[in-house]
T-cell receptor, first 114, second 111 residues
Framework: SAVISQKPSRDICQRGTSLTIQCQVDSQVTMMFWYRQQPGQSLTLIATANQGSEATYESGFVIDKFPISRPNLTFSTLTVSNMSPEDSSIYLC???????????FGPGTRLTVL | EDQVTQSPEALRLQEGESSSLNCSYTVSGLRGLFWYRQDPGKGPEFLFTLYSAGEEKEKERLKATLTKKESFLHITAPKPEDSATYLCAVQATSGTYKYIFGTGTRLKVLA
């Protein structure tokens, strides 16, 4: 397994600002992912964070709104840019040692945008 | 289009009352099916991976099974601490390694 931490655990932000969420894994992993989970809903994949190259975004998510970095095999960041109340959600990071193996999840970042 | 459907949406059981959760999937080719447990305010916790029809995995009161179209999570003699949302996800053989999640089953076990 892998132990994943996220910072911050929660935040309240003003409309129009940006927030960067950090994800740290306790060991090197092949793949890292970013998800959004709205209240009472399941998980929606935002993007796959690729080490050394641009992230791969899912339909409906764009790099200008959700820029992602992955500078090494244990760390990634997700920025939520120019926030609106519709961005209020839980953002989750996950990691997988091999592409076809299980993903392990961080505790999530609860974001509220006023 | 790849799709995952979970039923029921919510389930209330008395302590000791066994039941099953269903995960139906449509995918071009199945690489793996994953079960997770999620407690309120926490990230999903990995339970099981199933790769091929006929496969079964067990852990304490939980048993996961897989057919070509669906998976079941059987809960035997549940306890209140089994209360959580149970999520199913599939990974297709085509394209990327991404998961497609179902909407989950919210389980409440009453003492």
């Amino acid at each position: 397994s892998a132990v994943i931490s996220q910072k911050p655990s929660r935040d309240i932000c003003q409309r129009g600002t940006s927030l960067t969420i950090q994800c740290q894994v306790d060991s090197q992993v092949t793949m890292m992912f970013w998800y959004r989970q709205q209240p009472g809903q399941s998980l929606t994949l935002i993007a796959t964070a690729n080490q050394g190259s641009e992230a791969t975004y899912e339909s409906g998510f764009v790099i200008d709104k959700f820029p992602i970095s992955r500078p090494n095999l244990t760390f990634s960041t997700l920025t939520v840019s120019n926030m609106s109340p519709e961005d209020s959600s839980i953002y989750l990071c996950s990691a997988s040692r091999g592409g076809d193996g299980e993903q392990f999840f961080g505790p999530g970042t609860r974001l509220t945008v006023l | 289009e790849d799709q995952v459907t979970q039923s029921p949406e919510a389930l209330r059981l008395q302590e000791g009352e066994s039941s099953s959760l269903n995960c139906s999937y449509t995918v071009s080719g199945l690489r793996g099916l994953f079960w997770y447990r999620q407690d309120p305010g926490k990230g999903p916790e990995f339970l099981f991976t199933l790769y091929s029809a006929g496969e079964e995995k067990e852990k304490e009161r939980l048993k996961a099974t897989l057919t070509k179209k669906e998976s079941f999570l059987h809960i035997t003699a549940p306890k209140p601490e089994d209360s959580a949302t149970y999520l199913c996800a599939v990974q297709a053989t085509s394209g990327t390694y991404k998961y497609i999640f179902g909407t989950g089953t919210r389980l409440k076990v009453l003492a």
